[in-house]
């Protein structure tokens, strides 16, 4: 049995189970949480089929963006990819082609935990095509 750092023992309590794209989703939610302060909101481009939806909860749970609270949207793309509005910024956070295909090759019930937290541990560098834009529109 793996050993879980506090934050991943918490949301896998919120979420259900641990698996890969939840803990995406908390990095997104994280990145976009670090560079906005104060009123935020999210726009995700994953669908809402699982397992990439599970990015979602990742999302809600780290960036303060929920479905009950209205400051969260889902558009169905299929894509591993966040945008994050406010303070006059938007921030968009894609994951890297590369590692979504690492993921979808390796993961199963088995390894899906074991993978969420290698990928916990990753530099978000290595996760994520992050931009940064100023913008008087949104935010």
């Known amino acids: 049995m793996i050993e ?15 698996g890969p794209y939840v803990v995406i989703g908390y990095k997104m939610g994280k990145i976009g949480r670090q560079k906005i302060n104060g009123k935020i909101s999210a726009i995700v481009r994953t669908g809402t089929r699982r397992p990439l939806s599970c990015i979602i909860d ?42 979504k295909k690492l993921i979808d090759s390796t993961m199963s019930r088995d390894t899906e935990e074991k993978i969420a937290v290698e990928l916990f541990h990753k530099d978000n560098d290595e996760l994520f095509i992050v931009r940064e834009i100023e913008s008087t529109t949104f935010g």
């Open 4 to 18: 879980l750092p506090e934050d991943l023992k918490i949301l896998k309590r919120f979420h259900g189970h641990l």
């Open 58 to 99: 990742g999302i809600q749970f780290s960036s303060s963006c929920t479905l009950g609270k209205g400051n969260i949207s889902i558009i169905d793309d299929g894509k591993a990819h966040a945008t994050f509005a406010g303070s006059g910024l938007v921030i968009d956070v894609m994951l890297r082609d590369e590692i």
